[in-house]
């Protein structure tokens, strides 16, 4: 295997298991009932409310790992090659999630501080819909301006569940700018931890044959995990894929892991069928 494609990987993996041992070491720990007298507190408080609501909304995890699964189509295949076609990979998602953030960093603003209401119910329902739709566009990528349009509106969405976590901290009711400021960067560093630890295993993924089938079927999955929630959301009906949404809750590095061993799996047989020509 190359040595640029190992030390990604390497690199990759670092990140998923350090942040996996420390970053949300601390999920669940009632940050909502933090003392927060002091900035220091107040910003800790709002960072790691943030932090953890990546961590625990699988829905939102599997938006996310949508927007950067079809990165590799998106980019032609004379451009995938070590150095170029990664960095191409990596502008692309630096812009998506970029999207994103732009969307959701709007909604959480303008509802936290009231300036839009939208009742629960109907966000959680929006937010499975966005999953649905966006599963859709990672079975047929394309290369329009529909990248960058899905993040940021959907973005938009997502900001608002987001804005409801932020309101029942004890602290955003002392000090709003500084709890949503530090609410925002909690979210912006779950996600680089996420992106950093699953864009080099897609990356990889997308120099082999294997790439097409694995980007298909985490769509379609999507897809049935999106129609079971809007299912529950919407009619009350009994969610048959709760098992395994609360296992991925659980467990939210089994994706990046199962990425990166699918990613070192058939990049290692593509290079022993190279070397077998030879």
């Not at 927060?36 to 699988?58: E, L, M, N, P, W």
């Amino acid at each position: 295997m190359r040595k640029s494609s190992l030390i990604l990987l390497a690199t990759s993996a670092v990140v998923l298991f350090l942040s996996a041992q420390s970053a949300y070491a601390h999920v669940g720990t009632p940050y909502i009932l933090i003392n927060t007298d002091t900035f220091h507190q107040k910003f800790i408080s709002g960072f790691t409310a943030g932090r953890d609501h990546i961590g625990s909304g699988v829905d939102h995890l599997l938006f996310l790992y949508l927007l950067i699964l079809p990165i590799p189509a998106y980019i032609t295949r004379r451009h995938l090659r070590p150095g170029k076609g990664f960095l191409q990979s990596v502008n692309l998602t630096v812009k998506t999630v970029s999207a994103f953030t732009v969307g959701h960093a709007t909604s959480v603003a303008l509802a936290a501080f009231n300036i839009i209401s939208v009742p629960d119910r109907l966000i959680e329902t929006l937010i499975a819909l966005s999953i649905f739709i966006t599963a859709i566009h990672t079975l047929y990528p394309t290369r329009n301006r529909a990248i960058f349009f899905i993040p940021v509106l959907f973005g938009l969405v997502h900001g608002l569940a987001f804005s409801t976590m932020l309101k029942h901290l004890v602290v955003f009711q002392s000090d709003r700018v500084l709890t949503l400021f530090a609410f925002n960067i909690g979210i912006e560093f779950a996600q680089v931890i996420l992106v950093v630890a699953t864009l080099p295993s897609i990356w990889l993924l997308g120099h082999t044959r294997w790439y097409p089938t694995v980007k298909n079927c985490g769509a379609v999955i999507s897809l049935m995990l999106a129609e079971f929630w809007i299912g529950e959301r919407t009619f009350s009906l009994t969610n048959p894929a709760l098992p395994l949404t609360q296992f991925l809750t659980n467990h939210i590095w089994f994706i990046p892991a199962l990425l990166a061993t699918l990613a070192l799996i058939a990049y290692s047989r593509l290079e022993w069928r190279s070397e077998r020509r030879a």
